[in-house]
């Protein structure tokens, strides 16, 4: 009986003795307890080097997502997770978020829409009506679109507005003033001629968002209803006096 007992003890000592190490020695470094490093930042890092950064330090990287901005260059880091200052097991993911230009939408053709039909396309391309405006126009039907800017084709932000003209229909036995913001200066003279009024003074107004001789404003607003051929003073853009003195040569 006392050979067993001592078998037993010994072998509890033993196993205590065994658990003992596990505990102390092997299992610390197999969960690599009290071991962690501390995330570090990389928001407005290139994705190059904010992946050199995040591999120096022993961690893997996964593109989580991409956020189409303009607040951003494209290719810079505008968010991670775990964020920076965590403290994390070594060989941990650092996701991130990298900024991409911000899409554009076509802008759809709405002429000869009518109004409600041209802000449902503008809805279904994530645009908007900005302006309307109301004119005589003897090509259009009465509540149709006949004119737009940007035109068809053209690229917006999304969710910016798009500017109408819809028309009235043919007009009485008066002069009406014809949209002309958005023409071209000689295309605007032509609108003029056509609607039987005068072209007046034009002034130009540097302007780099837009083609040079461009019409950015008219004296007498469109749709206006007159008795009589007045004159409509334009203000057109350009891109610096060289387009002047170039458009003077050539006339």
Do not use: C
Not at 28 to 53: C, F, H, W
Not at 63 to 88: E, F, M, R
Request: proline share 6%; aromatic share 6%.
């Amino acid at each position: 009986m006392k050979t067993i007992y001592k078998i037993l003890i010994s072998f509890a000592v033993l196993s205590f003795i065994g658990i003992s190490i596990l505990e102390i020695l092997i299992m610390p470094k197999y969960i690599r307890k009290n071991e962690y490093r501390v995330v570090m930042d990389v928001i407005g890092e290139s994705l190059t080097q904010a992946t050199k950064t995040i591999s120096s330090e022993g961690f893997r990287v996964v593109i989580q997502d991409t956020v189409h901005t303009n607040q951003h260059k494209p290719g810079l880091i505008v968010d991670q997770y775990p964020v920076p200052g965590s403290k994390v097991k070594p060989g941990r993911t650092i996701r991130l978020k990298v900024s991409h230009p911000e899409k554009l939408v076509k802008v759809p053709n709405l002429i000869g829409q009518s109004q409600r039909s041209a802000e449902i396309t503008l809805q279904q391309a994530n645009l908007n009506i900005d302006t309307v405006y109301i004119e005589y126009n003897p090509d259009f039907p009465n509540g149709t679109v006949a004119w737009q800017f940007p035109k068809g084709g053209d690229e917006l932000k999304k969710w910016l507005g798009v500017q109408i003209t819809v028309s009235k229909g043919s007009p009485p036995n008066r002069f009406i003033v014809p949209q002309l913001f958005g023409l071209n200066e000689d295309k605007a003279a032509q609108s003029l001629k056509e609607s039987r009024l005068i072209l007046g003074k034009v002034s130009y107004q540097q302007n780099e968002d837009l083609l040079p001789f461009t019409v950015l404003h008219q004296s007498i607003s469109a749709g206006t209803v007159t008795d009589r051929a007045v004159k409509i003073d334009l203000v057109v853009s350009v891109v610096d006096l060289q387009d002047i003195h170039n458009k003077l040569m050539n006339e």
